[in-house]
């Protein structure tokens, strides 16, 4: 096992302007699991109910994702209705029932511990503490966090947030936990706090990356049509910790291209409802999106006097 | 005369959570022209009243702007009195006083009417259309413009974009002018009117070049502090302007280093109030940021199986 992911696995009702889908597989550890695993080994940690159809299991399983942390409770899993307007550039919340994710009391296998990458996706911070604690051997800690526990559990969350080395956050939220309105202000403010890297998630504008002594930014995918943002930030945040655990010796070496690879995973995932888009996504289209990352970025010398 | 530049000249009070100052020199067409003339012969086409003060003419005259197409008339110079908050992203008008700039009725000198590179900055579309008819080799042609044209008089709008070769926008007017809330389907909209290419002004995110076959992406150079918004998107036209003029033969070919040059410019004018931030960028500082967002946008191969 390279990576563990932890977090939420769950049914979604969505309507956005190009249609509407309910009880589809959704769930932030669901889009970054499948996205991780394309790029290293990685085992899931999470819990659903027994309503949860077994042919998700099934493609978790398919798909390569190690489900040995995945618990089946007696209960309903967890279920989020939203929909998107407009630009989508927000998700808004019809229904949120928590199910057996409520009581979520991660226990992870024995062959899960002492895997050498972890990323904690968007739970409560004690529940991620908790994870943590779990690992023996981690030498690199990847954490998605969101305005709930912002705002609820701020305290909890700084303290996780001083034990991993990357944080994955947009601008609203790296703007809230730094307190401070520049953005780059904001990111200097929490890596002040431990992690060698803040990765800023701004979606049609792509992912900025900052370090203590650089920053980086990635365009995202142009695309003209994007069908249902739903998952993109987990994607996103998946496949950049997939390719840094299949980079072990040095992975902050990577970061760049990781997040570039970030960016092209998440552009899959928005072009159609679940993670059909994400299944899609075949190793020569990743690498043609990738090159075009590349081609609108590059520019010649100036001449000027 | 390489470059005509037309737009607003303007006395402003400016209050953002770094200060306030009032009388400042402003206007869209102080900031593009200041910022072009460091590239290539400039003219600036515009009218200030009794009011505005000497030194501001010279100011203009020192740093290399020709100023034979600046009206003086009886009355008041155009001043606009607003604020910014928080993340700065949106100004607030608290008061606009047109002045003699609500007559603005511009006649180029016979010079400038054979300049090859106009700039029409964000006047009322049918003020830009009487520039564009009295040049008589113009060659390139840009335009800027805002909400206002395009909700009261969006057929003038589209009747001059249909005849010039760049347009200047921020993220959400393409997507009113385009109609299309996907930001690269509302640039190809625009696109088909006739202009080879739209760079969106994106603030923060940068700037995005949008052309039929390719597009192309610049973030924004990372600041700590922004003082004052203000003539950043002005800046940023007339230094892409001033630089494609400079490389008259194939303007287009260098729009890529031109948006990154103009996003370095603006970067210089966000750090202060007025223009003193911009006139301060020496030639220096200028290549060391233009590096800087060459370094940011850099990244290696992928090995992905």
Redesign the interface.
Known sequence: MDLVIVGSIALDDIKT?YGEEDNILGGSATYSSISAC??AKTGVVGVVGQDFPTQHVDLLKANGVDISGLGIEDGKTFHWKGYYE???AAAHTVDTQLGVFGEFDPVLPEAYRKAPFLFLGNIHPTLQMSVLDQMTDTRFVGLDSMNLWIDTTPDELEQVIRRVDVVFLNDAET?AIGKK?????AA?EILNMGPVAVICK?G???A?VHMKD??????AV?????YDPTGAGDTFAGAVMG?LA??QDHPIE?L??A???GNVLASFTVEDFSVRGLLRAD?GA??RR?EQI????????????
Chains 1, 2 share one sequence.
């Open positions: 302007p394309r790029f407009g630009d989508m703007r309105l520049n953005l780059n202000a200097a701004r049609e504008g792509g900025s650089m920053r980086f930014w990635a365009p142009g695309l003209m049509d994007v390719y299949s980079r990577h760049r291209e997040t570039v690879l190793t990743i690498r990738i590349r081609a609108e970025t590059v520019f010649g010398g100036l001449e000027i006097h």
